[in-house]
């Protein structure tokens, strides 16, 4: 069965560093997300990716965070200068022409 | 007032209970419902859709109340594999297509 792959599963990093967290989304699908989760807090939506442009954003997603599909199959989170509040598990879903969003296994962000 | 909102729990049910989780949401706009379950420092998986109509999926039924902006979730015959958090998961706008969550409701089910 085809799923959402993520990596690294785990990032430790210090704060001002850049991270850039990697997804390969299901190979059919053409919309793309980012979610977040801090940890014992619920789910919450940074970006939506369509047709290789965002559309649409949260107000968390500011000017610190942005997305790329560089190649057929990646699409990447980037945090420029990481915080100690973007400490949390970043999930990467994928949907193709029905609702169903597919969600990776996440990869748990660290910021010391 | 939140977008999604549940009962935290836990609900601590023994094997072969019947258990029953509630969801309100805000926008009353709301176009699309789900109950995704999510186990510890696991992703979300979705456990069913929610129709108008009601709908079950084996020990599984889901109802949704436009009217009241009310989604529930019935776990018949509770097993020890089902304890995880229940999110109860909204789209809001369906242009977007981002989903909303509720914060979940932990099910416990005990031998």
């Known amino acids: 069965e085809p799923e959402v792959t993520q990596t690294p599963s785990h990032q430790v990093t210090q704060m001002g560093q850049e991270v850039i967290l990697r997804c390969v989304p299901i190979?059919?699908?053409?919309?793309f997300y980012w979610y977040r989760q801090i940890l014992g807090q619920k789910v919450e939506f940074l970006v939506s990716?369509?047709?290789?442009?965002?559309?649409?954003k949260s107000e968390i997603f500011d000017d610190q965070f942005s997305v790329e599909r560089p190649d057929g199959s990646n699409f990447t989170l980037k945090i420029r200068s990481t915080k100690l509040e973007d400490s949390a598990m970043y999930f990467c879903?994928?949907?193709?022409?029905?609702?169903?969003?597919?969600f990776g296994p996440g990869t748990r962000l660290l910021v010391l | 007032r939140k977008e999604v909102e549940q009962d935290p729990g836990p609900f601590n049910v023994p094997e072969g209970a019947t258990v029953a989780f509630n969801c309100t949401y805000s926008n009353s706009a709301s176009q699309s419902f789900f109950w995704y379950r999510q186990d510890c420092r696991k992703e979300p998986k979705l456990l069913m859709s929610v129709y108008s109509s009601g709908n079950e999926d084996g020990r599984f039924t889901a109802q949704l109340n436009r009217a009241s902006q009310y989604i529930s979730l019935l776990i018949r015959d509770s097993k020890l594999s089902d304890s995880a958090t229940y999110l109860c998961v909204v789209i809001v706008d369906t242009g977007r297509r981002a989903l909303t969550f509720g914060s979940g409701t932990r099910l416990q089910v005990q031998p």
């Open positions: 879903a994928s949907r193709g022409g029905q609702e169903t969003q597919y």
């Open positions: 990716f369509y047709n290789n442009e965002i559309s649409e």
């Open positions: 190979s059919n699908h053409l919309y």
